[in-house]
């Protein structure tokens, strides 16, 4: 099958969803590629070739997984909706290395899935148009399940990449900033406009890579302390690194405890969460630990 015969040009599109007489739940980010350069983008970020496995989530109509079908070796495609599961039965028939399973991808048991899928892959990456109601959920899923993964690319809200992948200093940044840069190291793809999907959804998109890292860039001794600290760091983005920490660890004290443990982390306590390093937070969670604050 050539491109040009694809599933996401809007002829084909439009002709599939007459022929299932289909129609969009805005309750389920459904909002369809019909744009061939875009997939090539999203496809082509993802490095895939026979050896490596895809997992995708919402195919949808199955737009792209029919691409990576023809890229990858193995490919798995979790989708939410009954009704579509035959229409991609029915797309997918000349693919014989595609897996549909009918499920909620935050309720699956990945790492199962995974076992019974990706039987000869190398490698496993995520590619998906994401529904963006549940985006957040899914990544952290992913990243902190410490699937067996290479790379995750996927169309998200423009604004949610820009808060992925920032640095410190910006108002971008903030927990969810960390959390994706300490299990993987985020790379803006494109910026994609409303006109390449079938509906319009009303916000702008763009294509990110998380690469997911080998292991993490900061040496962290409970992971849920250092993610529940980083949070309460920016409970009010506004207030100093102190006076959030304060409300959090020692509601009602006075601050020379709290100054003595900051100077320990070498962080200045008038500072926001906002100018704070990963190192830096890393360091003020060991510090907090080390003085029994949990
Ligand atoms: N991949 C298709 C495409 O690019 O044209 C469709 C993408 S659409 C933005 C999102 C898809 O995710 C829809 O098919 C929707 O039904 C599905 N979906 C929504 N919530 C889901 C969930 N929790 N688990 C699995 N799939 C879900």
New binding site residues.
Partial sequence: MNEREGI?SPKRTKDIIAKHNFSF?KS??????IDQNILNKIVDAADLDSGKGAL??????G???ERLAMKAGEVAA????RR?IPILKDVLGPYGNVTVRE????KVDLKTLFEEVFVASSKVSVV???????TTP?LMKLLEEKLPLENIVV?IQKEVAERMSASPGGKEYGSLSIAVQYYSEPELVCIVPRTVFIPQPNVESAVIRLKVREKPPVEVADEEHFFTLVQASFTQRRKTIANNLRSRYFPGEGRERLEALLQEAQVEPSRRAETLSMDEFARLSLVFLKAGLR
């Fill in positions: 996401a739940k389920l980010g459904q909002n369809f590629l995708e989530i919402g195919p949808g109509i737009a792209l997984t979790v989708e939410i909706d579509l499920a909620d991808v935050l998906a148009n994401l529904p963006y109601y549940v899914i169309m």
